[in-house]
């Protein structure tokens, strides 16, 4: 019996506190299972309301490791409390991106690697502009052999059309169309498209 009354003294109390007043209690502190990549890096203790968890999780340590080099663990914290929550995450990923380049090259830092990308831009959008010249320049040509074609067709009297096919797949008709061949003529064809 003594068995008995002490399993229903225990089941007792974890009735009574799944009761209604019992969820006006605070919840339980949180507890914090491992400490976050700064705190591990600063060897200290990392508290509940500590600044730098939510950004530098235990499991990346080498983000933290650049920001500080470079900014100091101090002032990550004063940049970080001066932001509010919601543009927190923005400025820790800005830290470390200007961070890098920093490292990567310390005089310009993220001014040089904004130069280089203009740079690149620059040179794309020259070589853009010279592709479209020479792309309207084909356009021109081809609209100018159009037109020399046609000019030289209506010329010519006009055979059956079986006889004008034959004509024009020849290897006759290709000497005899001395416009195309000829090295004195070239510039008389495509004199407009210089003009």
């Given at each position: 019996?003594?068995?008995?009354?002490?399993?229903?003294?225990?089941?007792?109390p974890?009735?009574?506190?799944?009761?209604?007043?019992?969820s006006?209690?605070?919840?339980?502190?949180?507890?914090?299972?491992?400490?976050?990549?700064a705190?591990?890096?600063?060897?200290?203790?990392?508290?509940?309301?500590?600044?730098?968890?939510?950004?530098?999780?235990?499991?990346?340590?080498?983000?933290?490791?650049?920001?500080?080099?470079?900014?100091?663990?101090?002032?990550i914290?004063?940049?970080?409390?001066?932001?509010?929550?919601?543009?927190?995450?923005?400025?820790?990923?800005?830290?470390?991106?200007?961070?890098?380049?920093?490292?990567?090259?310390?005089?310009?830092?993220?001014?040089?690697?904004?130069?280089?990308?203009?740079?690149?831009?620059?040179?794309?959008?020259?070589?853009?502009?010279?592709?479209?010249?020479?792309?309207?320049?084909?356009?021109?040509?081809?609209?100018?052999?159009?037109?020399?074609?046609?000019?030289?067709?209506?010329?010519?009297?006009?055979?059956?059309s079986?006889?004008?096919?034959?004509?024009?797949?020849?290897?006759?008709?290709?000497?005899?169309?001395?416009?195309?061949?000829?090295?004195?003529?070239?510039?008389?064809?495509?004199?407009?498209?210089?003009?």
């Amino acid at each position: 019996m003594e068995c008995s009354d002490s399993i229903a003294a225990t089941n007792t109390p974890s009735s009574s506190s799944s009761s209604p007043s019992s969820s006006s209690s605070p919840p339980p502190p949180n507890v914090v299972l491992s400490p976050c990549a700064a705190c591990k890096i600063l060897r200290r203790r990392c508290a509940d309301t500590c600044v730098l968890a939510p950004y530098f999780p235990p499991t990346d340590p080498a983000k933290f490791t650049t920001a500080h080099r470079v900014f100091g663990a101090s002032n990550i914290i004063k940049f970080l409390q001066e932001l509010p929550e919601s543009q927190r995450a923005d400025a820790v990923s800005s830290m470390v991106y200007e961070a890098q380049a920093r490292i990567r090259d310390p005089v310009y830092g993220c001014a040089g690697a904004i130069c280089q990308l203009q740079n690149q831009i620059n040179e794309l959008q020259a070589q853009l502009a010279k592709t479209q010249g020479e792309l309207v320049n084909m356009h021109c040509q081809q609209a100018n052999l159009l037109a020399i074609i046609y000019m030289e067709m209506s010329q010519s009297p006009q055979p059956s059309s079986e006889e004008s096919l034959d004509s024009l797949i020849s290897p006759q008709s290709y000497q005899s169309n001395s416009c195309f061949l000829d090295d004195n003529n070239i510039g008389a064809t495509w004199e407009p498209l210089w003009t």
